[in-house]
Structures are given as C-alpha cells and as structure tokens.
C-alpha cells in the first residue's frame, strides 16, 4: 500500500523474479471493482515455499495482519483500516466473501498447516463470521468451506481427467481450482493445450455443483520474458494477443446455461461434453471438445426436450494442426467461427471437427 513511487519492490525468491510492488492491494482491489468482479482474498498463513513454517507466538503478527488486511477491505471508513482504506482514495468497503488461508500448503511436510489454520480460522470467524474460508490442504480440527486444489498437466493428462469430478463424493468440502493449465506452448498455449484445457473446463461446468470456483493462471506474460512458459495472454511494448486457450475457455464460459442436463452421447475415444440449459432464453448449450485428428460423428440426445427449432447457432473454435497457435504478428490464427447447423432435435446426430470446441446453441421453442 501507499504511494506506487515510495514501494521499494521485493525479490521473489520462491518464483526468482523482481516484484515492483506496482501492484499492491488497492490496486488489485479497484481492478477488481472496475472489472464488476469481486476480490477473493489470500492471506499469507506463516509457510514459504522453500520449507520454511511459522507457529505458536510467532504466527499471531501474520494473523493479525490477515484480520488488519480484511478490515482494509470491508471495514467502514470510521475504523482504523478502514479509514486507511478511504485515506487511499477508497470511503466505500469493497465486497468480500472468500479469503483463502495459505498457498499450497500441501508442500508443507511437518503438519503444521493444522495448527496455522486454525489460528486463522478463530481471529477472523471472530471478527468477520460471514466470511467463508479456503483450505488449502486438508484440516480436522477446524471446518471450511472450500478446498483449493490446484493443477498443471499436460494436455492428455487434462483430456482423460475430464472425468474427474464426476466420481466426487457430493458430501465434501466444495472445491476452488484456483490454478490450472495445460502446460504446452511458449509463450503462450497451442491449440493442443486449448483442447486440454476445454475438456478440463468441461468437467468442471458438468460439476459445478462440486467446484463453485476456477482460475486458469497465469494470465499475462511478455513474449520475450517469460518465467513461466504457457500464459493465457501474450503482449510486447504496443499490442497483445490472446491464445486459442482463451478463446476455448471464452466459449464455455459465455456460452452456458445455470442448469446442468444430462446428455447421452453415443461414446467415441476423444469426445468430452457438457450440455446446460438456460431456462429463461429456452435455450440449451451443447459443448463438444473433440480432442482427435479425425472429425467424429455421434448420435446426440438432449433428454427431456420435447422440440427444438431445428436449427442451431455454431461456434467452433478448430485447427488443421494441433500445434497451431497465435502470434503477435498473426494472432487471428486460431480464433472461433460462427455459423448454422440444421436437421437439430432432440434426437439427432452431429459431426464435430477434428482438434475442436464446438458449442451449439439449440433453442427448445
């Protein structure tokens, strides 16, 4: 906090890079108002990724920090943080639901994320007992609302666990992916990593019942410095691109439904699918991610519609090669297609692309 030209920066040790600090928590904090989204905050829980762990006495200054660090957020511009808050430009709290104790704390050999939690969890259910917390590996002796696992795989690892959440016992903790990629292409994914990542995507809105929550990271890398190979979006001095992972994800996300229906597709090697159903628009979304190198054709049943309009809005995002990518200098390479497909009802057969994401928007009259 406070201003940009007074931060003195940090050397990240656990990533090896400068951080600038020109990103601090008003910053991300009005980021997020501007975009109409809401913060989910993640406090430091006393371990570094080196090994290194905090408990008993010399945990409570990391604690009260987290509870100071909340009041900054949520607190009114009468209190201590909160008038901080304002002073910063900002009398309105922000919005806060979720605040998450830790990162990976899975890497944590000595069992003492138990203890550190716990901790956690009294100071700020104490002051802020609305809000719902994040573990990030399991705990016992304290409850928590969310889970937060993370995962980088190889496209194939992210096409065969496309499943993953189906088998999930419905009685556990919710769970947050709070970091997933495929993991192929520089710097930015090819469309073989998009394939991946959209069926993963896939089963994650086929679950949505289990995992209330997503990120894809990271998000922006410099094309000519970056630390971490495959980011979603690429950008030099003057302009950017996205990757087809973006435009896979932009199509599973602003094309669904709130419900999710049950959709038998006769079973061929490559095909994953979610169907939901927006029941105001009367409109049903049938994703198809086809991860082969020939198209597919399979015999589709949307269960429990009576008609459809017999036709059907089109987007597909494809590629004759699965190693096709954007570029700065070409970054219209692999971008989505519009279009209209005919013959469509509640029983009807379909052909998907090869190295595809296809979305039909099927509209049941």
């Not at 109409?36 to 990391?62: E, I, N, R, W």
Request: charged letters at 20%; proline letters at 7%.
């Amino acid at each position: 906090m406070g201003p940009v030209e007074q931060r003195p920066g940090h050397h990240n040790s656990a990533w090896g890079y400068w951080s600038t600090d020109g990103l601090g928590l008003p910053e991300y904090l009005q980021m997020t108002e501007d975009l109409g989204c809401m913060p989910l905050l993640c406090v430091y829980a006393g371990y570094s990724l080196q090994g290194a762990h905090v408990t008993g006495d010399a945990l409570k200054p990391f604690v009260r920090d987290a509870v100071d660090q909340i009041e900054y957020i949520t607190g009114p511009a009468t209190s201590t943080w909160g008038a901080r808050r304002a002073a910063d430009g900002h009398p309105r709290p922000f919005p806060l639901k979720y605040v998450e104790i830790g990162n990976e704390d899975w890497f944590d050999r000595s069992g003492s994320y138990e203890e550190r939690y716990a901790a956690f969890h009294d100071a700020i259910k104490a002051r802020f007992p609305a809000l719902k917390l994040i573990a990030t590996t399991p705990v016992a002796s304290r409850p928590y609302d969310l889970i937060d696992e993370h995962y980088y795989q190889s496209p194939s690892s992210f096409q065969a666990g496309s499943h993953r959440y189906d088998r999930r016992d419905r009685d556990s903790p919710k769970v947050f992916v709070g970091e997933w990629a495929s993991q192929e292409g520089r710097p930015t994914p090819d469309l073989n990593a998009a394939l991946g990542d959209a069926s993963w995507l896939a089963g994650i809105v086929r679950n949505s019942d289990q995992v209330l929550m997503e990120s894809y990271a990271p998000l922006l890398s410099h094309v000519r410095d970056n630390t971490w190979a495959t980011n979603l979006i690429a950008y030099d001095a003057l302009t950017s691109y996205n990757s087809p992972s973006y435009y896979a994800q932009q199509l599973l996300l602003t094309r669904r439904g709130t419900v999710v229906l049950p959709t038998a597709v006769r079973a061929l090697p490559g095909l994953n699918v979610v169907t939901t159903h927006d029941p105001g628009a009367r409109r049903i979304y049938l994703a198809v991610v086809n991860t082969g190198g020939t198209a597919r054709e399979t015999t589709v049943t949307l269960q429990g519609v009576a008609r459809t309009d017999g036709s059907a809005a089109v987007t597909v995002l494809a590629g004759a090669d699965p190693q096709a990518t954007n570029t700065l200098t070409d970054p219209l390479a692999v971008v989505p297609r519009g279009g209209t497909v005919n013959g469509v009802a509640p029983t009807f057969t379909a052909s998907f692309a090869p190295y595809s994401v296809t979305v039909l928007e099927v509209h049941t009259g």
